[in-house]
């Protein structure tokens, strides 16, 4: 019979079996031992491996993913810029525009001011009687306003039924005033004929 006094500081080691003639060593238990070191070793070598050539794999082309991306970002960048120049270019014109507007509108008034006294002008030019003049002519607001003298009142009625038959009047010229005066000795018929223009359109 063997005893074996087993003392609190020794231990036995893993694989170490105890049979009749002592302790051995177990080699199938070594070798299980080894083969899971092994195996923790390989996958601890092989996820940092795996991920590696991931990387390796996937990084040049979300590095060609991002230059794209910053590229893009460039061209929206200068877009915008260069809309933001021709959007002030086209504000600017559009003012201009409303300023050009506004003084063709000032200008047509004018001229239609100015054409409708060459037009009365000229009429009264084509219809006054040999025996007749004009002192004063005013053009105001639309309102015609015509002075003069004449040797006798048939002369002035003649002028009056003459302006009346003009399309240029909107309302027909009424004489407003009508006197006799003496010039050189001589009895006038001085006369005022108002009217009122058609408005130009």
Not at 59 to 75: F, H, I
Not at 136 to 158: L, W, Y
């Amino acid at each position: 019979m063997i005893k074996i006094n087993l003392k609190p500081s020794l231990a036995i080691p893993s694989g170490t079996t105890i049979d009749s003639g002592g302790i051995t060593d177990d080699p199938s238990a070594d070798n299980e031992i080894k083969r899971k070191g092994l195996t923790h070793i390989l996958l601890m070598l092989i996820i940092p491996t795996i991920m590696y050539i991931y990387g390796m794999q996937v990084r040049p082309q979300k590095v060609a993913e991002l230059a794209s991306v910053r590229s893009q970002v460039a061209e929206l960048y200068d877009y915008n810029e260069k809309y933001k120049n021709i959007a002030l270019e086209i504000q600017k014109i559009q003012e201009d525009e409303k300023n050009v507007q506004t003084r063709i509108d000032a200008l047509s008034k004018v001229t239609q001011g100015r054409f409708a006294e060459v037009k009365i002008l000229d009429l009264l030019q084509s219809i006054i009687r040999d025996r007749m003049w004009l002192k004063k002519i005013e053009i105001t607001d639309g309102k015609v306003s015509i002075e003069g003298m004449a040797q006798s009142e048939i002369e002035v009625n003649s002028f009056l039924e003459d302006l009346t038959k003009n399309v240029l009047f909107s309302r027909s010229p009424r004489l407003a005033e009508s006197a006799q005066e003496i010039y050189e000795g001589q009895p006038f018929s001085k006369f005022r004929i108002e009217g009122q223009l058609e408005k130009a359109k």
